[in-house]
T-cell receptor, first 115, second 113 residues
Framework: AQSVTQLGSHVSVSEGALVLLRCNYS??????LFWYVQYPNQGLQLLLK??????LVKGINGFEAEFKKSETSFHLTKPSAHMSDAAEYFC???FGSGNTGKLIFGQGTTLQVKP | GAVVSQHPSRVICKSGTSVKIECRSL??????MFWYRQFPKQSLMLMAT?????????EQGVEKDKFLINHASLTLSTLTVTSAHPEDSSFYIC?????????FGSGTRLTVV
């Protein structure tokens, strides 16, 4: 069955430190992968997406992610954390046509940024 | 960019009443709309997928008679929680499918008292 797993429900970093949020997927067909950020009581904002083009994807707010097929991973990174990055992050995958297939979400990772 | 407007953002209703949540795609046509439910500190759970002009497809375990979804036009989808009970209290989010992407509404916090 297709699924996505986020390793670590809670990640804490110091301001200015590297952010690494892990996401692994399982799929028998090429996936489309997404990272979303959610602030309290708000909807989801797209950070970046992989749609079978470049494996290194750059997103908004300095985030980027690399698709590694051999590792079935799509980890999210940011070189230097900012206080405003504190939020909930979701990795998601779809195996449909990219816009009509169901999005399957990971469990989410809460990012805490300490001053 | 693409925007999905979701209303209301918060609603409190009495047990036994019905509540309607609207999602509108403001600058594009949404052939497919998804409805999610999110419990505190948890991930999004897909409730149903709706396609314009046809019946919604519900995920296993979701009561279709309690959660009525209508997608009558390419810019509007609605979720009606019928005969709401306190256990229906949750955060509901809609999402419109676009080419290689999805746009989410801002969510509706439903509290049933």
């Amino acid at each position: 069955a297709q699924s996505v797993t986020q390793l670590g429900s809670h990640v804490s970093v110091s301001e200015g430190a590297l952010v690494l949020l892990r996401c692994n997927y399982s799929s028998s067909v090429p996936p489309y992968l997404f990272w979303y950020v959610q602030y309290p009581n708000q909807g989801l904002q797209l950070l970046l997406k992989y749609t079978s083009a470049a494996t290194l994807v750059k997103g908004i707010n300095g985030f980027e992610a690399e698709f590694k097929k051999s590792e079935t991973s799509f980890h999210l990174t940011k070189p230097s954390a900012h206080m405003s990055d504190a939020a909930e992050y979701f990795c998601a995958v779809t195996f449909g046509s990219g816009n009509t297939g169901k999005l399957i979400f990971g469990q989410g990772t809460t990012l805490q940024v300490k001053p | 960019g693409a925007v999905v407007s979701q209303h209301p953002s918060r609603v409190i209703c009495k047990s036994g009443t019905s509540v309607k949540i609207e999602c509108r795609s403001l600058d594009f046509q949404a052939t497919t709309m998804f409805w999610y439910r999110q419990f505190p500190k948890q991930s999004l759970m897909l409730m149903a997928t709706s396609n314009e002009g046809s019946k919604a497809t519900y995920e296993q375990g979701v009561e279709k008679d309690k959660f009525l979804i209508n997608h009558a036009s390419l810019t509007l989808s609605t979720l009606t929680v019928t005969s709401a009970h306190p256990e229906d209290s949750s955060f509901y989010i809609c999402s419109a499918g676009q080419l290689y992407g999805y746009t989410f509404g801002s969510g509706t916090r439903l509290t049933v008292v």
